[in-house]
């Protein structure tokens, strides 16, 4: 699998994209929990991209922030915040009452 960041001007050697990517890996391991993709989610994403002017895959990415944050409020946790540079997401995710944080503006 070849990386932008290795291919363009030599920033990144293989080995060391190599390093970087088990280091992500185990990172996210410990430090996230990872959603699955099933069919539900995949209903609610083709439901999300009838009304909102959405990609597949960021259809996908607000239905499984809307589904983690039904989760998060049953648990008394506090809301995600989506984060995206996308505004087409970012007004959808508006739309459906989630909070929001675009990258780009700080």
Do not use: K
Request: glycine content about 4%; charged content about 25%.
């Amino acid at each position: 699998m070849r990386h932008r960041a290795s291919r363009s001007h030599g920033r990144l050697d293989v080995a060391s994209r190599n390093i970087a990517g088990r280091r992500l890996l185990l990172d996210m391991r410990r430090r996230f929990r990872m959603l699955g993709v099933d069919s539900n989610l995949v209903l609610r994403a083709s439901e999300l991209a009838q009304v909102y002017p959405l990609r597949a895959y960021d259809a996908v990415h607000l239905a499984t922030a809307l589904h983690l944050n039904a989760w998060l409020a049953q648990e008394s946790l506090p809301a995600c915040v989506l984060v995206s540079a996308d505004e087409d997401l970012l007004d959808a995710a508006r739309g459906e009452g989630l909070v929001v944080e675009n990258p780009n503006d700080h």
